[in-house]
């Protein structure tokens, strides 16, 4: 597999509409109006594409020197994502035999009986596990994800996210900072200032969408979109 090239990576989100530019604003689940939307959806839909998607994850991974026995989606939106890296990257391995590695799946919303193992996945992860969110805004999910599996004995080695949308939480604090004093560490395949600063210069995008946006990370930013266009 060829080393992640981070370029070509931000080329296919663009060429695949995975951020949307809005006139009008949508409301996030964060309950965040938004004048922009990073969705995944269309690539995860797609069975070519998400071959393409799972080839970046792994090449990332390794261009990190990380080793992990299990790769596990936050539920729901990174499930196929890190299911279908997981059989990708079991089969690469040396040691792939059967009961070598597990094909875990964890559940949107918590079963109230059972073990706890069963309560938060159907197949738990085994061994050292890096988790994928797809896209963070204020990473409520992707902090509960890690929560439960660290409750259940899972060995989290580190969380992935294909794209940060580089917000600051209500309190104050970047996804980043809360996820690394959990002692995760946290990697951003791309994060959607950089993809801006690529999107404005390709696109001719009308000047109140870039009001807009820029307006937004005015109020929520870990940066100013303006410092990032320089």
Not at 65 to 75: A, H, M, Q, S
Not at 192 to 214: H, M, Q, T, Y
Request: glycine share 8%; proline share 3%.
């Amino acid at each position: 597999m060829s080393r992640f090239n981070q370029k070509e990576f931000n080329d296919f989100i663009i060429k695949h509409n995975v951020i949307s530019l809005l006139k009008e604003p949508i409301t996030l689940r964060s309950g965040r109006s938004s004048f922009f939307y990073v969705n995944f959806r269309g690539i995860c839909n797609d069975v070519y594409l998400i071959d393409r998607l799972t080839d970046y994850i792994i090449s990332f991974v390794e261009g990190l020197g990380l080793r992990p026995d299990c790769f596990y989606g936050v539920p729901e939106g990174a499930t196929k994502l890190a299911i279908i890296t997981q059989y990708k990257w079991a089969r690469r391995q040396s040691n792939y035999r059967m009961g070598s590695h597990a094909l875990p799946m964890g559940r949107g919303k918590e079963k109230k009986h059972g073990e706890k193992k069963d309560r938060y996945f159907l197949g738990m992860p085994k061994g050292d596990t890096i988790v994928i969110e797809d896209v963070i805004t204020t990473g409520s999910s992707l902090i509960a994800t890690i929560d439960n599996l660290k409750r259940v004995g899972v060995d989290v080695i580190s969380a992935i996210v294909i794209t940060d949308r580089m917000e600051r939480r209500d309190d104050g604090k970047g996804v980043r900072q809360i996820i690394e004093k959990m002692g995760i560490p946290y990697y951003a395949m791309s994060n959607v200032l950089e993809l801006f600063r690529e999107i404005f210069a390709k696109r001719g995008i009308e000047e109140g969408i870039r009001r807009n946006i820029s307006a937004y990370f005015e109020r929520y930013g870990v940066e100013k979109l303006s410092q990032i266009m320089r």
